[in-house]
């Protein structure tokens, strides 16, 4: 239409000969078919409209294309699994064995670095600024890309643009904290996007998955990494897999699944891997098994031949003790089994079975009933065949030895870290061999055989020593050997988590047996491992399948929940709460300079939970005794009295052990609510007696206190149907000091004063303490019960409270009833 306007427009000769010399040319063309061109959109102009226009694929070849039509809205778009049918401008679901992630892009195959990506090196450190740092670069190793492990800053930048808003998600993998590795997005004026934080978390275990939203615009991606590792150190590189772009635009076509990987539905978003032992083609929609005499990896395209089986393809181990204290040696082909025992020349597995005599327990642990090994008592120790108690005054030396492998200790596990770094079916690295742990046969030659041990911590150190003040906590020492035909590496490294560590030490190449110790000063470095890498070069073939590392012993000391092979005299800082020291039986103290235990005096009794020196032995009052557990004094409610006059006097207050109650007249608050005192007493009595007792019943979680003399505050209330209720009680004297008719007694007094004589008898005064503080009675309360007999009155069971001195007190009828006393005896 628009060259008919155009020829139409000009009247002049030449125009109308140009004209029928096009109309001749188009004449001379064939009519458009469908396969002869495409459709594309236009851009879009200010109000987010386009327009649909046809594209010959090859210009000449053919006449009449389509008109352009109106096409679909800037922001139109199709979903996942799904791509723009540009006849029908309609989302159409993708077929099987095809994928499309609907407005995204996704880079999930790196052969080479895909089309967009650019990568570089740059020396951080301007002091070496001649440094070379071109080759240190994000590296494609196929299903993933690694960055660099030297002290170069290597950056890996993609960058899009979105007619949308979307998002960015890639997965990664950054087991090493000597690497610090970032991403940030920055816009095309340079700008970094907000974002929590640019630094990538270190990987606990596996592939992290990150995800970041991105506007609509010119986003460049950024991935950014620098070692900080010591010279020497291995380092372990950032890996980085299946990034994906969404709010690109739309896409009219599905992609193909890649050999190796398969979609078996239709409106699939991704392709799935193929197992081990299965391949596919290029856009399958099934994988296909390999023949019987083949395998593959997987997510593998191709199938390879069986190789022959050699003693590389096999490992041994032991099974648990049986109830007869035998094991079994057994014999497993190394998982995934790749090799074929029925190929020419191959070895075949040999038999399993033959019965050994177990190794004994490791020690600080015995053999059960059931002939396993289990853990002796905090408070005891073993040889690793029976358990023995501690003696008093000395503690267990707490921690793991492991000499004997008959199984593998639950606090130990195996793993291999390959270059696919968790992609492999093999979960044993180590096995137990009676005598010592050692690297299987290796799937490939530079995998790293892991071993890890983890403990929960560490004790606060018993013992005052040199090591102790320079901050040891703990100390781990191991034997071993390597036996290699190659520069292969045996690494020790130590840190908070198995993925957490850094290389402590690391030997190369063979080495003898011998003994290595690593002193530990942080509670965080809990978690230490050992790994083989055989080699550096990788090869598809298991040449160095032969190398192997020993360990024959491993110890570490002073751990939380570890066992005891020995005990050692307690050491005086270590006596205390939190102490594993065997106490000394009671009644007795240890002996500052030789840990042992001795009996304390006679009638002395022991308040700390391990006394030490004889000084922590305190002797009884007069007229009490010490009890049975040696930890408190009692009375027994007797006591004879020598007068002045050279008269000997028996007092018998047993019939005041029963608790006995009294109460004040009554006291008034500032604004006139009624209240008592309570005092509730147990004058004396046996160990066993029933104590005098204060309660809290205000509230529904009810309190009380216990002892000797207690108080508390009723007041008169309806709460609960109650007539009185309770509160603050606290304890007077929870220990008796001892019992005198002196009026001052260690520290405490009963001033005469208080208490003018009446006759030429002594009063006999109970002294009391309570170990409660305030921040009035900072060295807790003190009390005085005061006796005095009156001859005079011939009454029996007569007991009354003073009248004048102490008229603040007052005993009901009720409760003087209840007192017993002897024939014409008054007590005050």
């Not at 299903?143 to 960058?159: I, K, M, Q, R």
């Not at 040199?466 to 020492?477: N, Q």
Request: overall charge neutral; hydrophobic content about 30%.
């Amino acid at each position: 239409m628009q060259r008919r306007l155009t020829a139409s427009r000009f009247r002049g000769p030449g125009a109308v000969l140009l004209w029928l010399f096009l109309t001749q040319a188009s004449a001379d063309l064939p009519i458009c078919k469908e396969s002869d061109y495409h459709f594309e959109y236009t851009e879009c102009d200010r109000l987010g409209a386009r327009w649909r226009v046809a594209i010959p694929n090859k210009p000449d070849t053919c006449t009449a294309l389509p008109d352009p039509v109106e096409g679909t809205p800037c922001t139109f778009s199709c979903g996942e699994g799904e791509f723009l049918n540009m006849q029908s401008q309609k989302c159409q679901e993708c077929s099987a064995g095809t994928y499309s992630l609907g407005t995204g892009v996704a880079f999930d195959e790196w052969d080479s670095l895909p089309t967009g990506f650019i990568t570089q090196g740059v020396m951080t450190n301007e002091g070496k600024a001649l440094t070379d740092c071109s080759n240190s670069t994000w590296t494609p190793k196929g299903d993933y890309v690694a960055s660099n492990t030297d002290e170069c800053t290597a950056t890996l930048s993609y960058a899009v643009s979105l007619k949308k808003p979307g998002t960015v998600t890639f997965e990664y993998f950054h087991p090493d904290s000597n690497i610090y590795f970032e991403f940030f997005v920055q816009n095309d004026q340079c700008q970094s996007t907000e974002s929590e934080s640019r630094w990538m978390k270190v990987s606990e275990k596996d592939w992290n998955q990150y995800r970041v939203d991105l506007t609509s615009g010119n986003n460049v991606l950024y991935w950014r990494t620098t070692s900080y590792a010591l010279q020497g150190s291995a380092v372990k590189p950032v890996l980085l897999r299946n990034i994906q772009v969404s709010g690109v635009a739309y896409t009219s076509e599905c992609f193909h699944c890649k050999p190796g990987t398969h979609s078996a539905k239709a409106g699939s978003a991704r392709c799935t891997p193929c197992p081990a032992d299965t391949y596919s083609n290029k856009g399958a929609t099934v994988c296909h098994e390999c023949e019987k005499d083949k395998y593959s990896e997987p997510g593998s395209g191709s199938c390879k031949q069986r190789p022959a089986c050699t003693t590389r393809d096999y490992f041994y181990t032991h099974t648990p003790c049986d109830s007869e204290g035998k094991t079994q040696l057994m014999y497993k082909w190394i998982e995934p089994k790749i090799c074929s025992d029925t190929a020419e020349g191959a070895v075949k597995l040999p038999a399993s079975g033959e019965k050994q005599t177990c190794p004994p327990c490791n020690p600080g642990f015995f053999v059960s009933n059931s002939s396993t090994c289990e853990p002796c008592g905090s408070d005891s120790y073993s040889n690793g065949t029976v358990c023995v108690k501690c003696p008093a005054g000395t503690q267990p030396l707490i921690g793991f030895e492991y000499k004997w492998w008959n199984t593998m200790p639950t606090n130990m596990r195996s793993s291999v870290f390959g270059q696919e770094y968790g992609g492999s079916n093999r979960s044993t690295a180590w096995e137990v061999a009676g005598e010592y742990v050692y690297t299987t046969p290796g799937y490939r030659d530079t995998d790293y055989l892991m071993l890890t041990l983890t403990v929960p911590g560490y004790r606060v150190p018993q013992f005052r020593n040199k090591d102790s003040e320079r901050g040891e906590l703990s100390r781990i020492t191991f034997v071993f050997e390597t036996m290699c035909t190659t520069d292969c590496k045996f690494y020790f490294l130590a840190g908070y988590s198995e993925w957490n560590n850094y290389v402590v030490e690391h030997w190369t190449g063979s080495s003898r047996k011998q003994s290595y110790s690593y002193v530990i000063q942080s509670n965080r470095t809990v978690s230490f491992s050992w790994a083989l890498q055989r080699t550096e070069e990788f090869s598809p073939n298991k040449t160095y399948n032969s190398d192997f590392a020993k360990i024959y012993s491993v110890h570490i000391t002073n751990v939380i929940g570890g066992v005891a092979s020995q005990c050692r005299r307690c050491a005086l800082t270590s006596v205390g709460t939190d102490s594993a020291c065997v106490l000394c039986p009671p009644g007795h103290f240890m002996v500052s300079e030789t840990g042992a235990c001795k009996s304390c005096p006679p009638n002395t009794i022991t308040k700390a939970s391990q006394p030490v020196g004889e000084d922590a032995c305190v002797r009884c009052g007069p007229n009490t005794r010490r009890n049975k557990a040696h930890t408190a004094c009692v009375s027994d409610c007797k006591l004879d009295v020598q007068t002045t006059e050279g008269a000997r006097l028996h007092y018998d207050f047993s019939p005041l052990s029963n608790v006995t109650d009294f109460y004040s007249s009554p006291r008034f608050t500032s604004k006139g609510l009624r209240y008592f005192h309570r005092f509730s007493l147990g004058l004396c009595g046996a160990e066993n007696k029933v104590p005098a007792s204060c309660v809290d019943n205000v509230t529904e979680n009810e309190r009380s206190v216990k002892g000797y003399i207690c108080q508390s505050t009723l007041v008169p209330s309806d709460i609960r149907s109650q007539k009185m209720v309770s509160g603050q009680p606290f304890l007077i004297g929870d220990s008796i000091v001892g019992v005198s008719t002196e009026t001052t007694l260690v520290g405490i007094s009963s001033p005469t004063w208080l208490f003018p004589p009446s006759s030429k008898l002594p009063d006999v005064i109970f002294y009391y303490r309570s170990s409660d503080t305030t921040q009035t009675c900072k060295q807790g309360r003190s009390a005085t019960i005061r006796l005095r007999c009156n001859p005079a009155i011939a009454a029996k069971n007569y007991i009354h409270l003073p009248r004048a001195s102490m008229h603040v007190l007052s005993a009901p009828k009720t409760t003087t009833k209840k007192l017993l006393a002897l024939a014409s005896r008054e007590y005050r």
